[in-house]
Structures are given as C-alpha cells and as structure tokens.
C-alpha cells in the first residue's frame, strides 16, 4: 500500500523543541507517514546540517535571526538576483561532501521532483552546476521557532524557515532566474526554462478585448527589483483581475498554478493562503509592458502581477529574471 502522509505545522513542532536540542530537531519530522516514521522535509535536513557545523564553520555562515549584514542589510528579508550571503562556496572543501549532500537534500525538497532536471539546467547554463557559485547562510536557532536557510547565488535566492517568519510565503521574497546560452536572449528565450510561465501569462493577454488590452498595457518597466509593497490606497499598473470576465480569470488561475508548480506543497499553499487574506487574486492588477518588447511582436517579454501583498514580476529581457514578494499584510519591509 501507498504511504500516506500527516502534515503537521512546522511551527507548532519547532516550538515543541527546546532552542538547545538541536540534535533532536535535526530528526523532528514536519512530516509524518501514517505508520509514525518520520519524513525528512527541508528544515529538518537544514536542522541537521547546522548540527553538523564545526564551531569555525559556524562563524562564517551562522548568523542571529535580526542580523544585518553590513552590505546587505537585514539577511533574513535579503533578495537579489546575483549575490552570495556568505564566501564559501557549497562546492568548495570548506564543506565536508556529507554537508555538500545535505544543502543538495535541502534544495531538492524545497523544489518539486520534475522540477530538478530544469533548475539543473539553469544552474549548468548559469554557474557551471549546482553548488559551484552557490553559498549557503543559517540564520537564528533550530528550535527556537527563527530560523532559516538561505540559498544564495547567481540567478537564485531561495530560503525555507518552518513558518518562523510570520505573515510571509516562501519564508521571505526569493528570485529566480535563467541566462539560456546568451545574455540578450532572442524573441524565443529558446531553452529557457521559465520562459514557458510568460507564454502562460500571454495568453491571458490574447483574451482581452480592446479596452481591456488598452487597461493592461503599460509603456514603461517599472526598476525589476522595486517589489516592496506599495501599502494601503496605493494602486499598481495594469487590469484589475476583477474587471476580468470569469474565463479570463480562470485561465489567470492557471497561470498563477504555473507560476507555483516549481516549488513544494506547503509553499504553493502558503502563497494560496497569503492571497486569499488580501482578497485573491480579485484584488490584483495585471500589467504587460510595452517596454522591453524583444523582437516588437507584441509577446510580452515584461510583465507583471501584483496586489496589496503580492508581487511577482516577470523580467524576460534580456533574459529572464524573476522577483517574488508573498505576504498576508502589506505591511511588511522588503530588503531588495
């Protein structure tokens, strides 16, 4: 028979720890099959690997919960599409090759199963493979209910945190992004691997109407990385979804799941969470930029979707770059 599996809140099984017995949450499940054995998820494994750190490793990639990088400010809520938290890279020998495997199972479980032969993809074209530009931070305390693993490197900010960071999807705003062979990309973004998610989107576009395509289309590409919240009263470009007919919705709804298939359940799930307090998808804009239109065949390389607390902006030129902020409130900083 198929295993089935419990899920129980990350949160509630961290805050069952004490913040010392590391040891024990590096084996604490988030996830439990039905015959009790534990599942391993992405803060268990993180867990494990800051257990498995000498105190000299420590001090270069363990940081406090609110600390804030001199450079980089507060690393928690840190994103950027080319940057690394900490020097060594995960490939290099200041990692033992058992650690090295640990961040591998770290990013395997934040990324769904199909999805892994396409991030390797990027990560060949981009870095030379996985861990070789990539580094890695712990930030705050397994156990202690603020803690966090934070992947970083060219064209990835990724992070898990076992709901330590309260109101936010993803753990914090996150990027991803893909260079296919050639900085300025053609019309075709020919083998990049994201670029199916704006074909998705354009095709919403090919269902409005005149005025609505008049609504929806922007002139000028707002700064990619400009994704704080703009805060109560404050209306971003483009459609509002509710003026939207309900099968254009609908197929919006289906690119909103193209966007979210990358990445595992609880995050996919978390985002639909975050949404639905702010009002769903009703309550966001939709904007295609005119701006930035590679090849001027009105496929839209540049676009955007955006509420009160939600932002995803899709950067296809010249090449793809994709910025994400999730949160319930808008009241919430962004370090960008």
Known sequence: ???????????????????????????????????????????????????????????????????????FGLLRTRVGNNWNATEPSVKSDFFTKDQQQLVRDIFEHLIEPEWHARFDKQLEDDTGGFGHDQSVAL?????????????????????????????????????YGHDAGGFNEDKNHEGNVFWPQAVAANAVCGMLDGKQRQQA??????????????????????????????????????????????????????????????????????????EGDIGDDGVWDNWRLEGPAFVWHFRGAPHVHVWVNIADTPDIPTNA
């Open 217 to 290: 289309l922007v002139a000028t590409v707002p700064r990619e990385n400009a994704i704080a919240f703009r805060g109560r009263g404050q209306e971003p470009a483009g459609i509002p979804v509710s003026d939207l007919s309900a099968d254009q919705r609908a197929e919006l709804e289906r690119v909103l799941g193209v966007l979210l298939e990358p990445y595992r359940t609880v995050d996919r799930d978390e985002v639909r969470g975050c949404l639905s307090k702010q009002g769903g998808l009703e309550r966001c804009r939709l904007a295609f930029y005119r």
């Open 139 to 175: 930030i705050g305390e397994p156990g202690s209910g603020t803690f966090q693993f934070l992947l970083t490197g060219r064209h990835m900010t990724l992070r898990c945190d076992g709901d330590s960071a309260d109101h936010v999807a993803f753990g914090g705003p996150i990027f």
């Open 1 to 71: 028979m198929p295993t089935r599996t419990m899920r129980l809140s990350r949160r509630s099984v961290l805050q069952a720890i004490s913040s010392g017995a590391v040891a024990a949450v590096a084996r604490a499940p988030f996830v439990v099959a039905a015959d009790g054995s534990a599942a391993a998820t992405a803060e268990s494994l993180a867990a494990r690997l800051h257990s498995s750190l000498t105190p000299a490793q420590r001090k270069q990639v363990c940081f406090p919960w609110d600390y804030v990088h001199p450079k």
